[in-house]
């Protein structure tokens, strides 16, 4: 999602460029390169698109602000008295902060924040699906070992050393969401999970033989889908 993000911004900001008039072309100049620097430095992909779209709204709601004043007033600016800003500024302006409000309150890097992850794990998306019930699906963390076993955490999950105090034994460890690991069994793939959020271990039995179909792995009764 970023990599588009990278590739969509600037031509999306070139054409709103070309139509726009010259002075809103300072504005959509000022939030292209906003949003092209938070796609290049987010981890969140969904931040990303919430950013770019947020970009792009604020953007767009400014060249249709100005136009229609434009338009109203046979194509003049009116000026206020003793002021250096324009009828159109006033309302370009206006327009910015309401559209950047919804940009805000729709991000969902302002509904969850970002937090903190151990050392080796990365945000990716992921679906978790066992028995028929969903208990992971969008967001989430996840950390990839060398043998191509792979560990995924619900958004809300919480890591000794970072949420609470490490301790050097089992009985301290926390969960605050679902979790599942997938192992390389020989030639073959298996997994487990944990049935309730606050469980830190496995439910009762591994999920058997699990078979990969691009992202996912898949089970009888499960399937972990990864999406990096």
Known sequence: MAAMSLVLIPLLAIWLFLVSSPRSKAIVVFFAIGAYISSFFSLDPFATLAGMSGALILALSAVIAHRAIRHAHGGRNLTMRGRGFTTGDKMTGRTIAVALAIAFSLSPSHAQPQHRLPSGYKWGRCLLVVHGETRISGRCSYQIEK?????????????????????????????????AVVYKDGDLWAGYGNADIRDTHGEAGDWGELRREGACYVGKDVRVCLWR
């Open 147 to 179: 043998g191509g076993d792979f560990n995924v955490q619900g958004p809300r999950q919480v890591f000794a050393g970072i949420d609470y105090p490490a301790t050097h034994s089992g009985a301290g460890e926390m969960s605050k969401d679902y979790w």
